[in-house]
């Protein structure tokens, strides 16, 4: 990865070697969403599969996580490899030298999401809690979904992003400032995505545009650092710890190409791996104030408890107020809404809480007393969702507020990662789909 603009300088995103598909191919059967959506849904990847037929696919060269540790994993990672042999060999691909992409995304809604295709540098990356560096995860990584994902990257020469990078851009200046570099002839592609994911195009930078955007990120970094000193001033003890990107999408593949390469290291020391394509993972940077990106809360139901002794042990753990039936809490105070039967709904506050946000308080009791308790815990998207599965005996549902984006950034500087799914950017159609390459090995 080169760091155009200030040579001197070791940058954590910049332009890569991107790999895609000649003209002439289908784009629409090329391109398919995330592997790690629609997991409880294997029809929807079946008809994938219709969709794609025998064209070149990118389906080709994932695992759907559908399929995790089933009985086709395991013919499924063959397949991955024997298609991007043969995909390479047939020379399907054109590459574009040290390069990035300005992306537009219309999603399932119409909103327009705008994002810029590049790569990172893993060594200024750390997933692991209290971590202090440039690029961290947003929410616990879960450690034992990183290594079906280094199986799949084991053995492939290519790597296929669905990570989405974000950075906290009031101004506007990163992505939004690419807009103005467009032009007809550096179109890349421009299709429908399958299965009603929207629409995508994909623009070419030229070297004026791809500078622009080192450099306005030089600048957003001199800012975070100007707010990590803040959160120093205001939580007493801290140490400054400057955020640039923060992971939204794509946490554990993250994660896994870290760990990846760090595998690397360790089997070959006699090997230099300061300029190895390992050293690095594809991403598309997209700005946390787009209007397109909404956050969406993930709520939580427990399920096998003893809802009087959870009930019991929460009120105390947490110093929990029941609020009278139309009265709103106060500006700042925590609170959510408790499920139990289907029907019965309490919101409560919380007067001692153990985290900024609210979720985090929750998520920390819950973590707690499912060690000594042995409850069981999901995490649901959809109030009604909540609502039926309350129904069951022993069972309780916990309605958590929508985080505000403005949080993000803070939170993460001043507590470290979020709490596990604190919160979804979006639909499951509307994640990213794959449609660059790039090449991980020498």
């Not at 070419?204 to 622009?212: D, M, P, Q, V, Y």
């Not at 984006?405 to 993460?412: A, G, N």
């Amino acid at each position: 990865m080169k760091t155009e603009g200030n040579t001197s300088k070791k940058r954590a995103f910049g332009p890569t070697d991107i790999m895609l598909p000649k003209q002439g191919t289908n784009m629409q059967r090329w391109s398919v969403v995330a592997c790690d959506q629609f997991t409880s849904e294997p029809e929807y990847w079946a008809e994938t599969e219709r969709i794609v037929g025998r064209a070149p696919s990118t389906l080709r060269m994932i695992l759907p996580e559908v399929y995790l540790d089933g009985p086709e994993e395991e013919e499924r990672l063959e397949d991955i490899r024997f298609y991007m042999k043969e995909y390479k060999e047939k020379e399907l691909f054109q590459v574009y030298e040290e390069s990035m992409i300005y992306v537009e995304r219309t999603d399932s809604t119409g909103k327009l999401r705008a994002g810029i295709v590049g790569c990172v540098d893993l060594e200024q990356y750390d997933y692991h809690k209290g971590s202090r560096s440039l690029i961290r995860a947003t929410e616990a990584t879960v450690v034992e979904r990183i290594p079906p994902r280094i199986r799949v990257r084991k053995n492939a020469p290519v790597e296929l992003p669905h990570i989405m990078l974000l950075i906290d851009d009031k101004k506007k200046t990163v992505v939004e400032g690419c807009e103005k570099y467009k032009k007809e002839d550096c179109l890349l592609y421009d299709f429908d995505l399958m299965q009603g994911g929207g629409h995508l195009k994909g623009y070419l930078l030229e070297k004026e545009a791809r500078e622009e955007v080192l450099l306005a990120l030089d600048k957003m970094e001199e800012t975070q650092r100007r707010i990590a000193q803040q959160v120093v001033a205001d939580s007493p003890g801290a140490k400054p710890s400057v955020l640039l990107f923060a992971v939204g999408d794509g946490n554990h593949s993250l994660a896994s190409a870290k760990e990846f390469y760090e595998q690397q290291k360790a089997e070959h020391p006699e090997k230099d791996f300061s300029r190895h394509p390992a050293r690095y993972a594809m991403v598309e940077l997209v700005n946390l104030h787009s209007p397109a990106l909404e956050f969406e809360a993930i709520h939580r139901i427990v399920t096998g408890a003893d809802v009087e002794d959870l009930m019991k042990n929460l009120i105390e753990a947490l110093d929990l107020v029941v609020l009278e039936q139309g009265r709103e809490p106060e500006k700042g105070e925590q609170s959510f809404i408790i499920v139990q039967q289907g029907r019965e709904d309490r919101r409560v506050v919380v007067k001692k809480p153990t985290s900024k946000l609210t979720v985090g308080s929750l998520q920390n009791f819950l973590d707690a007393y499912q060690k000594r308790s042995g409850i069981k815990m999901d995490y649901i998207h959809g109030e009604n969702a909540v609502r039926t599965l309350t129904k069951k005996e022993g069972s309780l549902g916990f309605l958590l507020p929508d985080m505000r984006k403005e949080e993000l950034f803070l939170t993460v500087m001043a507590d470290g990662a979020l709490p596990r799914k604190t919160f979804s950017m979006g639909h499951a159609e509307d994640k990213r789909y794959y449609t660059e390459c790039r090449k991980i090995r020498e």
